[in-house]
């Protein structure tokens, strides 16, 4: 005779793998991201200004440019002139033009104190507008003729 169902009939259970510690575990990480990662994002709150287009923009003619080699060399209007002869350029062009507006063409291996230098210059001199020239993803070029 053939004994059937012995072996289900057996006091030996099936191993079976409790789940429900390690799904606890799983949504209380993700609980705890959605809680925190809202805090990581927010920064300072802070209202930002917003800048009104230049309506009077500068005069062409008015305008004038200041380039600074990588060695540090100064040119007014492609003109080589040396940093104590700058407050006096500046000077004169306030006193031919009080509208004076600077385009400033730095070149990238400028070391930042020279730049910073050219800068407390410009603005200890009064000058009204100052804009520092950046390249445009064309081919490099030398400041415009006056």
Do not use: C
Request: hydrophobic fraction near 45%; aromatic fraction near 8%.
């Amino acid at each position: 005779m053939m004994k059937r169902f012995s072996e289900r009939s057996s006091t030996r259970g099936f191993a079976e793998l409790n789940v429900t510690p390690m799904l606890d575990f799983a949504f209380t990480l993700l609980v705890i991201f959605l809680i925190t990662t809202p805090l990581l994002e927010s920064g300072i709150d802070v209202a930002l200004p917003q800048a009104a287009a230049n309506r009077h923009p500068p005069d062409p003619r008015f305008v004038q440019t200041l380039t600074v080699a990588r060695s540090g060399a100064l040119y007014w209007n492609q003109q080589r002139i040396t940093s104590a002869q700058l407050p006096v350029k500046i000077a004169e062009a306030l006193h031919a033009h009080p509208d004076l507006a600077v385009a400033v063409y730095a070149d990238r291996d400028l070391r930042y104190q020279e730049l910073v230098a050219v800068f407390d210059a410009l603005q200890t001199g009064g000058v009204p507008q100052v804009a520092l020239v950046h390249s445009d993803g064309q081919p490099e070029r030398s400041p415009p003729a006056p």
